[in-house]
């Protein structure tokens, strides 16, 4: 090969890296592309897809008060309970009955020993089985829930493989005011993919 046929040959061979060095340019900014719409992703609420339940059950017979955990006995040992309940006025006035208007708190809760629930026999019931408190009026309620076809039940389907918990009427009814509020729908799945369409659209 003579000088000047490779002289050439290099021109040639930094031109096309020239070129495609352009062209790489080019393409990590875009330059000749349609000019990229910037999707919006409105992410959805997670209260929308949480699996938690609407409220909490009271376990275990105390209340919060100033930070401290308070036995319901711990103050209701201290003075003797009405017979005939007044408008609570220091303490429970959160508590507002819309059960059924027959209804007093010792339709629930014993009146002799507040750490306990009650049957409209008098038989205790501990707080952690209120489900058995329920049951007395809504027999047929409870068996649709017995059943899982009322209520959510956790854990396992399959006996073989573990055990089935149903969780209790109160993880869903406020034993106070029962009745299940109306809940917001929830929105839609975000659409601005299919809005804008085109270029912005999946499959770019
Ligand atoms: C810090 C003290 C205190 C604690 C703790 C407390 N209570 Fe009370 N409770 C009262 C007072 C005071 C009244 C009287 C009504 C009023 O003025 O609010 C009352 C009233 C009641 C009543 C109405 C009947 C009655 O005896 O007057 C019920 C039912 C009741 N409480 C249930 C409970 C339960 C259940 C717990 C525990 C989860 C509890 N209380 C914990 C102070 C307390
Ligand atoms: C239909 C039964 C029922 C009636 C009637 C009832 N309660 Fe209750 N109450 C319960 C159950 C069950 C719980 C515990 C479960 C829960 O709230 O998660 C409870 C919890 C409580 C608590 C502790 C939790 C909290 O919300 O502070 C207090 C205090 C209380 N009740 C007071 C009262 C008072 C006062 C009345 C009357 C005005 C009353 N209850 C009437 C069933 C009842
Ligand atoms: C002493 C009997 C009794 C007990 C105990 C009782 N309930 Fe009820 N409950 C009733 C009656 C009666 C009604 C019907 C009121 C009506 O239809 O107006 C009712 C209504 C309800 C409703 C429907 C409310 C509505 O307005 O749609 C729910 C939910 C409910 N109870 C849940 C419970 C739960 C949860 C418990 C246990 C913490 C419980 N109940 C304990 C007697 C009882
Ligand atoms: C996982 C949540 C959940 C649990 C647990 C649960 N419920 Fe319900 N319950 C609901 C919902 C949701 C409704 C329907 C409300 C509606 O259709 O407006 C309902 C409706 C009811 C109603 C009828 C109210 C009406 O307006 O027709 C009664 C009574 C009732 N439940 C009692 C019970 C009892 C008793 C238990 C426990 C043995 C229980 N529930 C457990 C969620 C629950």
């Known amino acids: 090969m003579d000088r000047e046929s490779k002289d050439k040959r290099v021109f040639h061979e930094w031109w096309i890296s020239c070129v495609l060095l352009l062209l790489a340019v080019s393409f990590v900014f875009d330059i000749w592309g349609d000019k990229k719409v910037i999707r919006e992703h409105h992410p959805v609420d997670p209260k929308y897809y949480s699996t ?3 409220r909490h059950a009271f ?20 003075f003797e309970a009405p017979l005939e309940i007044p408008p609570l006025i220091a303490e429970h006035e ?9 209804m007093t708190c010792y339709t629930c809760h ?9 049957d409209i026999y ?13 049951r007395r009026c809504h027999g047929p309620r409870y068996r649709d829930w017995k059943f899982g ?5 956790i854990g ?5 493989k573990g055990a089935g918990k149903n969780l209790a009427c109160v993880y869903c009814h406020d034993p106070h005011a029962p009745k299940f509020p109306l809940m ?12 804008t369409g085109g270029k912005a659209a999946n499959h770019e």
């Not at 959160?94 to 027959?102: N, S, Y």
Request: glycine content about 4%; proline content about 11%; hydrophobic content about 25%.
């Open 110 to 118: 014993s009146r002799t020993n507040r750490d306990k629930l009650n």
């Open 52 to 54: 938690d339940t609407v």
């Open 94 to 102: 959160d508590i507002v009955l819309r059960h059924e208007p027959a």
């Open 156 to 160: 396992y389907w399959d006996p073989a």
């Open 59 to 78: 376990e275990k017979p105390q209340i919060d008060q100033a930070g401290y955990e308070f036995d319901c006995n711990s103050c209701h040992e201290l």
């Open 149 to 153: 076809i009322h209520g959510r039940v």
């Open 122 to 134: 008098g038989t205790e019931i501990p707080f952690d089985e209120s489900v058995n408190l329920c």
């Open 184 to 195: 917001e729908p929830s929105p839609p799945p975000s659409r601005d993919d299919f809005i």
